[in-house]
């Protein structure tokens, strides 16, 4: 049986090469087994003998964004600070105050394990159905083994529960706790938390902050060569605040991604590049710290494949990956179709995903969306409106806003 097909796209985006125009997908087993002309994937795969039929009646179809970067974990409420930064406030100073990551910890702390869960529920719905596939969920704002192991249950429990894949990071180096100073709780990350989130078996990668007046290169070292000899893969939060060293100590290490990177440098990039580290780009971050952006140009001039992700959290307060995109666009200078490669191939590089995911060429997870727009230039162009009407995650329709999907003979009663 036939999982879907989607037919009568005005356009559907492969990845970076191919676009189909008057075109459709045809799924089975939640992989992706023809895309093309309509006429010529209908006759081989008719929509009537499918589980779900999708005319996306002169739609564009464009793969789920992989958002790579998420800290979407937590509770408690920040919207104060934000208000606060733009009376002038800087991040350092709202951070030095008890406010920022610090006071995140406080409310996960006070949190019980369902208010957790629910939270992060709650927002991959929303991710969901503005897109979004597949997502990283990093822990850190527990700061103690106890509450940064229950932040990856919630991971893992969201997991099983949404249908959004959700990738698992370790992340107890976020920030220094305020009755610790950064040599001793790097020991603490070391020789405590790691082995107990390598016992509990959740996580996947291990992130650090690597950043001026939290961890710095040494520190940071030690965490992500502990994490790996644990079986966890590298990333690293580098020159976001300031230009330290974290993009060349992502390239020494091997790390699968090295994110923010407001303040790297063309020679980070090359090393980023020769490392085959995926260069992970927040222009929401940014947008909400009124920064500077980064500059796209240098590491794809350099060979990397970019991503662009959300970087979600209670300091940068949008789930929105289409909303990533139009910032990359206006804010870094990226065609359309470059932004919207970096938010699903590139995203899916930044997860060390190598089954195409990110893409809809044959043999892909069958992760896509539907727009509510005659090509994906929509995304960026509407900005602030959400264009998605119809998801699949692995070939089944998983959000249906405009009634879209046709179910066919099997699901039928």
């Known amino acids: 049986m036939i999982d879907a097909v989607v037919h009568g796209a005005g356009e559907v985006v ?7 125009e008057d075109a459709a997908v045809a799924v089975a087993d939640g992989r992706v087994v023809a895309v093309g002309p309509t006429d010529e994937v209908t006759r081989e795969y008719p929509p009537e003998n499918a589980v779900a039929a999708v ?15 998420t800290h979407g974990v937590f509770a408690g409420d920040r919207s104060d600070e934000f208000a606060a930064k733009l009376r002038g406030k800087t991040y350092r100073e ?23 869960l629910g939270n992060l529920l709650a927002h991959l719905d929303t991710m969901l159905a503005h897109g979004t596939t597949t997502v990283e969920v990093k822990s850190g704002y527990g700061l103690d083994a106890e509450t940064e192991l229950r932040l990856l249950e919630a991971v893992a429990a969201a997991d099983d529960r949404h249908p959004v894949d959700v990738v698992a990071t370790f992340m107890g180096a976020h920030a220094v706790p305020e009755d610790r100073d950064a040599d001793e709780y790097t020991d603490e990350v070391v020789d405590d938390q790691l082995p107990a989130v390598a016992e509990q078996g959740i996580a996947e990668f291990c ?12 520190q940071s070292r030690r965490v992500l060569e502990a994490g790996a000899e644990y079986g966890l893969t590298p990333k690293v939060h580098a ?28 020679a980070d990039a090359a090393a980023l590049a020769e490392a085959g580290v ?30 662009v992700a959300s970087d979600f959290n209670p300091n940068c307060h ?13 804010g870094m200078g990226m065609a359309p179709r470059d932004a919207l490669d970096a938010a699903t191939r590139g995203g899916a590089a930044a997860l060390n995903r190598a089954d195409g995911t990110g893409t809809l060429r044959a043999g892909a997870p069958a992760d896509l969306i539907v727009l509510d727009a ?15 009407a119809t998801v699949l995650k692995d070939g089944a329709v998983v959000h249906d806003a405009d009634g879209l999907a046709v179910p066919g003979p099997e699901v039928t009663q």
């Open 239 to 266: 020159e976001e605040l300031a230009h330290i060293g974290g993009s060349q100590l992502a390239a020494d290490v091997g790390a699968a991604s090295a994110d923010h990177l407001l303040h790297a440098t063309e």
């Open 278 to 307: 995926t260069p992970v780009l927040l222009p929401g971050t940014a947008f909400a710290l009124g920064a500077d952006y980064a500059d796209p140009a240098q590491f794809a001039e350099a060979g990397a494949t970019v991503a």
């Open 318 to 330: 949008s789930q929105s990956m289409a909303m990533a995109v139009a910032l990359a666009c206006v």
């Open 374 to 388: 005659p090509s994906h230039v929509h995304v960026p162009y509407s900005f602030g409106v959400n264009r998605v």
């Open 94 to 116: 709202i951070l030095a105050e008890g406010g920022g990551i610090l006071r995140t910890v406080r409310a996960v702390r006070g949190a019980g394990d369902e208010r957790l």
């Open 14 to 20: 492969v990845g970076p090469d191919a676009v189909h």
């Open 207 to 218: 992130d650090v902050f690597c950043e001026e007046g939290v961890f710095s290169v040494e």
């Open 55 to 69: 005319d996306a009646a002169g739609r564009a179809v464009i793969p789920g964004f992989v958002d790579s970067h």
